[in-house]
C-alpha cells in the first residue's frame, strides 16, 4: 500500500534560518507530490507540486522543493523563515489510481 | 472563482445523536473527498466520488458513516450514530480533471461528540 512518511513531527527553528521538512514516499509507480499548508482553524493550502519536468519545483511564500526519485524523497526547504510561517505542514503524493494520500504532518514553529 | 464550502463550521453533539455535514466543491471539478483530521494528525481519506459515483470509501466506517453526492455536485456526510472517537475535523475538498491530483479544500468542519 502506499504510504507516506514525515519524518519530523515537529521542528521549531528561529527566525530567519534555513528550515527543511523531510518526507519519504513509497510507491512502485509515478506518482505525483505535493505539500500542503494548513494554519489553525484553516483548511489546507497548496504550497507546491510536483507533476514532471524539473525536480526543484518552487511555490508559495518562498518554499521550494526537490522530487529525488532514488531516495523517494520529496524534501520542502525555505532558505529563510518567518514568524508567519508558523503552521502545519502536509506532505500528500497522488498516484495513478486517483487517491491522494497524506503524511502525519510536520508542525514548524519559527520563534523571534 | 469561489472555493470549496463547508458547513456548518463547528458541531458539538452527543454521543449516539446523529450529524451530517454538507460540502460544495468548486464549481465543474468532477472529483471530490471527504477526509477526517484527528487532532494531531494528517488527514484521513474517508471516501472519494468521481462525478456522482464512489470511486473509493474502503476507509469509511460503513456501519456509521454514509456519504451521498448526488447529481455529481453537493455532497453530504452523515454519522449515524456518533461515537465519542468521531470527534475530528471533517475536510471536504474539490479537485478538476487534468491537474495530476491537486486539490481544493474547504475551511472544514470540526465535530466534537461529547
Known amino acids: 500500500a502506499q504510504s507516506v512518511t514525515q519524518l519530523d513531527s515537529q521542528v521549531p527553528v528561529f527566525e530567519e534560518a534555513p528550515v527543511e521538512l523531510r518526507c519519504n514516499y513509497s510507491s512502485s509507480v509515478s506518482v505525483y507530490l505535493f505539500w500542503y499548508v494548513q494554519y489553525p482553524n484553516q483548511g489546507l493550502q497548496l504550497l507546491l507540486k510536483?507533476?514532471?519536468?524539473?525536480?526543484l519545483v518552487k511555490g508559495i511564500n518562498g518554499f521550494e522543493a526537490e522530487f529525488n526519485k532514488s531516495q523517494t524523497s520529496f524534501h520542502l526547504r525555505k532558505p529563510s523563515v518567518h514568524i508567519s510561517d508558523t503552521a502545519e505542514y502536509f506532505c500528500a503524493v497522488y498516484n495513478q489510481g486517483g487517491k491522494l494520500i497524506f503524511g502525519q504532518g510536520t508542525e514548524l514553529s519559527v520563534k523571534p | 472563482e469561489a472555493g470549496v464550502a463547508q458547513s456548518p463550521r463547528y458541531k458539538i453533539i452527543e454521543k449516539r445523536q446523529s450529524v451530517a455535514f454538507w460540502c460544495n466543491p468548486i464549481?465543474?471539478?468532477?472529483?471530490l473527498y471527504w477526509y477526517q483530521q484527528i487532532l494531531g494528525q494528517g488527514p484521513k481519506l474517508l471516501i472519494q466520488?468521481?462525478?456522482?459515483?464512489?470511486?473509493?470509501d474502503s476507509q469509511l466506517p460503513k456501519d456509521r458513516f454514509s456519504a451521498e453526492r448526488l447529481k455529481g455536485v453537493d455532497s453530504t456526510l452523515k454519522i449515524q450514530p456518533a461515537k465519542l472517537e468521531d470527534s475530528a475535523v471533517y475536510l471536504c475538498?474539490?479537485?478538476?480533471?487534468?491537474?495530476?491530483?491537486?486539490?481544493?479544500f474547504g475551511q472544514g468542519t470540526r465535530l466534537t461528540v461529547v
Open positions: 464549481s465543474g471539478h468532477a472529483t
Open positions: 475538498a474539490s479537485s478538476p480533471r487534468g491537474t495530476g491530483g491537486e486539490a481544493f
Open positions: 510536483y507533476l514532471s519536468g524539473s525536480t
Open positions: 466520488f468521481q462525478n456522482n459515483g464512489v470511486v473509493d
